[in-house]
T-cell receptor
Framework: GAVVSQHPSRVICKSGTSVKIECRSL??????MFWYRQFPKKSLMLMAT?????????EQGVEKDKFLINHASLTLSTLTVTSAHPEDSSFYIC????????????????FGPGTRLTVL | AQSVTQPDIHITVSEGASLELRCNYS??????LFWYVQSPGQGLQLLLK??????LVQGIKGFEAEFKRSQSSFNLRKPSVHWSDAAEYFC?????????FGTGTSLTVIP
């Protein structure tokens, strides 16, 4: 149980185009999802917290107009990288919190397999 | 503020040798602690987690970790390392609505 998928797993695009990454909780509902970015040989950096039915909360320094997040249902959050540039190339990982979790596991997040974005 | 420290950026061990990866955290309340492993180009795989109870936690792939409140530590151990254990290891603390990750420890296993 508690499986999170991401699509696509890998995407290559031209500079100036927009790219959408999907994050789905496959066997549970997730009111809250998270988007992380990971640079090579670095740790995960939280970009934003995605809340179903409301606006995402972005971390300091993350451009909300650049990284559009939509959490339209309890099982799907999308991250759109708008007008992508080579510096946006990175590994993007989403995670989700199971709404059914009791207090003991409230702080657990289930991670997707990641999406490798390369902007040429 | 919450923080997670993994003092060792890179560790090299011989196959069959024992392993200990260090993790220290700073958090005011009872922490929820996790260890993840990441192979190159892959996502995170949960090795083990600690919420409460027995401070020695068993995980997958023969890993275990011990929570020591007095030392604010949650070190990961394995008695005999296999070549397939070579990867990046992340310690994390779940606090409130967020996760705080350590900077990771890269493990190299030599034959």
């Amino acid at each position: 149980g508690a499986v999170v998928s991401q699509h696509p797993s890998r995407v290559i695009c031209k500079s100036g185009t927009s790219v959408k990454i999907e994050c789905r909780s496959l066997d549970f509902q997730a009111t809250t999802m998270f988007w992380y970015r990971q640079f090579p040989k670095k740790s995960l950096m939280l970009m934003a917290t995605s809340n179903e039915g409301s606006k995402a909360t972005y971390e300091q320094g993350v451009e909300k107009d650049k990284f559009l997040i939509n959490h339209a249902s309890l099982t799907l959050s999308t991250l759109t990288v708008t007008s992508a540039h080579p510096e946006d190339s990175s590994f993007y990982i989403c995670s989700a919190r199971d709404d059914r979790s009791g207090q003991s596991s409230y702080n657990e997040q289930f991670f997707g397999p990641g999406t490798r974005l390369t902007v040429l | 503020a919450q923080s997670v420290t993994q003092p060792d950026i890179h560790i090299t061990v011989s196959e069959g040798a024992s392993l200990e990866l260090r993790c220290n955290y700073s958090y005011g309340a009872t922490p929820y602690l996790f260890w993840y492993v990441q192979s190159p180009g892959q996502g995170l795989q949960l090795l083990l987690k600690y919420f409460s109870g027995d401070t020695l936690v068993q995980g997958i792939k023969g890993f275990e970790a011990e929570f020591k409140r007095s030392q604010s530590s949650f070190n990961l151990r394995k008695p005999s390392v296999h070549w397939s254990d070579a990867a990046e290891y992340f310690c994390a603390v779940g606090a409130g609505n967020q996760f705080y990750f350590g900077t990771g420890t890269s493990l190299t296993v030599i034959p």
